[in-house]
């Protein structure tokens, strides 16, 4: 039972921070769009792709 509260509570955090990245990375775009691109706005966008694609994967193995 534990394994399985504990399961869940782990869902949860993971389902949380993939809506703040997702977020971020909208907010990002439309701050950028308004102040223009940069080296900086195109790496920061790129990790936090990177990271919603990590944490999506690993909502997909959770569900087993």
Same mark, same amino acid.
């Given at each position: 039972? %534990? +394994?399985?509260?504990r +399961?869940?509570?782990? +869902?949860?955090?993971?389902?949380?921070?993939?809506?703040?990245l997702?977020?971020?990375?909208? !907010?990002?775009?439309?701050? #950028? #769009?308004?102040? $223009? @691109?940069h !080296? $900086?706005?195109? !790496?920061? *966008?790129?990790?936090?792709?990177? *990271?919603? %694609?990590?944490?999506?994967?690993?909502?997909?193995? *959770? +569900? @087993?």
């Amino acid at each position: 039972m %534990r +394994k399985y509260i504990r +399961k869940i509570q782990h +869902k949860r955090y993971v389902d949380r921070y993939l809506a703040d990245l997702r977020w971020e990375c909208v !907010n990002t775009v439309v701050t #950028s #769009s308004a102040t $223009g @691109f940069h !080296n $900086g706005v195109d !790496n920061h *966008l790129e990790a936090v792709g990177c *990271l919603i %694609r990590k944490y999506e994967r690993r909502m997909r193995l *959770l +569900k @087993f």
